[in-house]
């Protein structure tokens, strides 16, 4: 047993409490709104490809969101969450890893999927639970997943990716990969047990994995003053021992210098990292969600002047990597290729009635094939009920 | 009277056990000044305070963990989870402290003071996690009890007696009816009893069986059955544990049949437990086998939601598998 712990610290004899609040966390900033670059700030690897690669992944990302928030209230999809105003956590951090490396994500980080290449196909596809969604029309919009992409499926109890996240990262770890895995959660989601379990197991099992929180104010109307009253998330890296930052979320090159220096020494030293990326949920929780129920406009006015998007962009037009030409043509060809896709997505049948019943299990067990086979059976004699699967049974 | 909403009778419920007892808590995940995700806490901590009606941490084994202590200690919490979905992480909390308190400490201790609200059940495109109907898994727990109503005036009655139970009770919402359901609710105070079930509907064929938002759908079922000349009674089981066996013994030796309808899926469900005791209590009366009509035996999926569900039709179906038997 390692005893040191008692020798360590240095020895008193009258009673001192450390205060809640002593350990002080500093903030990384890199980028300036105005697109200048603070003096001495040290940029992360990055050159105009891969700007713009990064710049064009947000640009999709506020289109996407626009238009979907828009569909929903059409009524032509269900449920939508969007990102608006903390697009550069997911985007810059997947920017900031390999293809190789896992993405543990919460639901907010569509961003990260989008800098990875998933199809808007794929995306609609999704949205609209048609028979072509990867994840078979099963879960709720945005729950995406993607194997070929390294983007585990969502899934909507809170924090249950994160002790997964490091169990994940110690298969990597074992198996001798190149590749580390990063779990996203919001401030919120980061009060769940899970959270603790998963924060320690890495920790003690120096497994490779890079715990991402998305500390944006909000956990549906309860604002972080009402979830935590340590200092951020942070702090709780530092007590389960490990190597923590605190950047600015809003800051597109702090989100990536910070992705990559935590992913070169979870590599490195095969040990867990905590980054917190301070940031705003400028818009609702979700399209069932209207924050005037609990926070002003003047305070989301605020938040405005601080988007991840326009920072980027100054920065951009700065370099000469962009210019307000190539912005207008942007845009407007997303905003066409998305209401096209939208077109195409809601007119693909829903999936098959066998789909109900599969993946389940590796097969269909006995007693399932009798629930499908008798679920036929009623379906033929009531088609006009279940207009979805009832053209297609044989 | 007034006309009331589910989740209006709830808050109205909710006002009620506050203004009484000041020992009396309402908290969960944004049920303070928001009055949670439903708004079935709204207007109560303007009314009683941040101290007595609040927003919690996003962590359901901490808010049930809380309760149990409050409990203990000998105030009156009434914790809400957001949704039955996501009471798992309080699974070792209800099922191994809740339920257990009185009986390990031959009850030195207890807390029977505790209420959990959670919506619960599907049909409102919520997939996999806003749809679940877990009951199941908590009537398999000696020491809890476990109510769910079916309207309006019941919610409200039952709430109340659910809250000034000395056992521990979990309060299962059909949240499909929060707004949906509207009836009759009379202003002033009064209970409704646990452990017993109603019979809403006379009848000499057979009898149907539901709780929650179900009985609905077995409403809609006897309906149908009806045109046929079949003549269903029915019931509202109310309380799930624990529940009545004898209403719904007497009613099916006077029917001869019995069908029980359920939303989640039909393997180990309560369904099972209620069919395996009425095959023992009525064998030599039961004119055909127990019918069970239930989720199909598959996690509670988006786009395949009609397929998957125990509807009208479906139930429409046995009930005529069971006659014609
Ligand atoms: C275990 C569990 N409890 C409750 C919920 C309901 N819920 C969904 S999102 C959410 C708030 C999450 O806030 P946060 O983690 O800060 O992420 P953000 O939405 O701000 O991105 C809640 C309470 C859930 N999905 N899972």
Known sequence: MNTDIYKEGPVVHNAAFIDGHSVEIPILKILQQDGTVYQGAELPKINEEHAVKIYKALAFHRALDERMIGAQRQGRISFYMAALGEEAASIGGAAGLEAQDMIMAQYREQGALIYRGFSLENFMNQMFSNEKDLGKGRQMPIHYGSNELNYMTISSPLGTQIPQAAGYAYGQKLQGKDAVTLCYFGEGAASEGDFHAGLNMAAVHNAPVIFFCRNNGYAISTPSDEQYVGNGIASRGVGYGMKTIRIDGNDILAVLKAVQLARAYAIEESKPVMIEAMSYRLGAHSTSDDPSGYRTKEEEEKWHAHDPLSRMKSWMLAQNWWDEAQETALFEQLREDILAAVKVAEKIAKPPVEDLVSDVYDQVPEHLQKQLTSLKAHIKKYPEAYPLTAGRIK | ?325
């Open chain 2, 1 to 325: 009277m007034a006309q009331m909403n589910l989740l209006q009778a709830i808050n109205n419920a909710l006002d009620i056990a506050m203004a009484e007892n000041d020992s009396a808590l309402c908290f969960g995940e944004d049920v303070g000044h928001f009055g949670g995700v439903f708004r079935a806490t709204s207007g109560l901590q303007e009314k009683y305070g941040k101290a007595r009606c609040f927003n919690t941490p996003l962590v359901e084994q901490g808010i049930i963990g809380f309760a149990n202590g409050l409990a203990a200690q000998g105030s009156t919490p009434i914790a809400e989870i957001q949704f039955a979905d996501y009471i798992f992480p309080a699974f070792d909390q209800i099922v191994n402290e809740s339920a257990k308190f009185r009986y390990r400490s031959g009850n030195e201790f207890n807390v029977g003071n505790l209420t959990i609200r959670t919506p619960y059940g599907g049909g409102i495109a919520g997939g996999l996690y806003h749809s679940q109907s877990p009951e199941a898994y908590f009537a398999h727990t000696p020491g809890l009890k476990i109510v769910v109503p079916r309207n309006p005036y019941q919610a409200k009655g039952l709430l109340l007696a659910s809250i000034r139970d000395d056992n521990p009770v979990i309060f299962f919402e059909p949240k499909r009816l929060y707004r949906a359901s509207v009836g009759e609710v009379p202003e002033e105070d009064y209970q409704l009893p646990i452990g017993k079930a109603e019979v809403t509907e006379q009848g000499s064929d057979i009898t149907l069986l539901a709780w929650g938002a179900q009985m609905e759908i077995i409403e809609k079922a006897a309906e149908m059955a009806k045109k046929d000349g079949i003549s269903c009674e029915l019931i509202d089981l109310r309380t799930i544990l624990p529940w009545d066996v004898d209403t719904v013994a007497n009613s099916v030796l006077k029917t001869g049949r019995l069908l029980i309808s359920q939303e989640a899926p039909l393997t180990a469900g309560f369904a099972s437990e209620i069919a395996a005791t009425i095959q023992q209590e009525c064998f030599l009366h039961l004119e055909s086998p127990i019918e069970r009509v239930c989720g199909i035996d598959t996690p509670y999926p988006l786009s395949l939601e009609k397929e998957h569900a125990a509807d009208h039709l479906k139930v429409y179906e046995a009930i005529k598998r069971s006659i014609n038997y």
